[in-house]
């Protein structure tokens, strides 16, 4: 497994973070730009979390086991990704049920799959077990802090050497999925299945991430994003039409696979993609 990315910097952008009330009233904004150094020692994780799939194609079941930290940490509050959220599950479910064979489709080895926002990397980890290593899988994350609690969690739940898994640092927006993909060597770079779940929470992130999608994911007509999305949280300032309208605007078409209460994931692909010959 390759765990080192090239020139990782502390995120300091405090806009995708949670806002959280001070006691006098005001929210903390500028205590979100005290970003703690790269350097400065994540506190080991406080809670285990393990998850049992059954693996469509094999005897035994696919077990995951993750740490994290438990919502009320300190810790989640600069870094979201920390925690565990609802909506991977679904996403998971989906993995599981309806893409476990195209992710072992031995007469498409080259099939690349990038989780944007990994978090823990409980759906990332999910499809890179069900891959039999037949996909690439790249876990990706903003977040520095985050970035450590996942490179920790992949090596546990993979076998060393295994290079069909890697873990970078990726910031939503064009710009930062071009860089993303100046850096990768030459031969395929994008992306045929790009996963995400729990990503939106506030409203600066939508057109970032749809444009991270829209510069990452493949023009063939099998690409999709699937996302797993919580619409009615707690201070939620995102209403769900944003999102899907961001996603029109960025050029893609998008098909609802799961609702259920408050949490739906859907599918979107480019409009108009390139049919396969
Ligand atoms: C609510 S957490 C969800 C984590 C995980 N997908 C899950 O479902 O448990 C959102 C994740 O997206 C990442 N994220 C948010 N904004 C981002 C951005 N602009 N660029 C890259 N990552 C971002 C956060 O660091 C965090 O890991």
Known sequence: MTTQAAKEVPWVDAWVRWERNNDDGDTDHDDCNDVEEDDEELPPATESYTFTYPNPSADSDIVL???GFH???????????????????????????????????????????????????????????????????????????TLKQ??????????????????????????HAKDYLSQQPNGKKHFDLILGSDLIY?????????????????????????????????????????VLDAAKKEGFEYEELIEDDDISLFAFRRKGAETET
């Open 65 to 67: 086991e993750l740490k």
């Open 71 to 145: 919502e009320d940490s300190e810790q989640i509050w600069n870094s979201t990704g920390l925690k565990l959220w609802r909506s991977s599950h679904y996403l998971c479910q989906h993995l599981v049920n309806e893409e476990a064979e195209l992710l072992q489709d031995e007469n498409n080895t080259n099939l690349r799959v990038l989780e944007v926002g990994s978090g823990l990397g409980r759906c990332g980890l999910l499809a890179h077990s069900l891959s039999h290593d037949n996909a690439t899988t790249v876990l990706t994350d903003g977040d520095t802090d």
């Open 150 to 175: 996942l490179r920790q969690n992949v090596s546990t739940n993979t076998s060393a050497g295994d290079d069909t898994i890697t873990c970078k640092q990726l910031l939503w927006g064009e710009q």
């Open 202 to 242: 506030v409203q600066s992130v939508i057109q970032p991430l749809f444009e991270t999608v829209r510069t990452l994911l493949c023009t063939h007509e099998n690409a999709k994003f699937l996302m797993a999305h919580c619409s009615r949280r707690e201070g939620n300032e995102v209403e769900l039409s944003m």
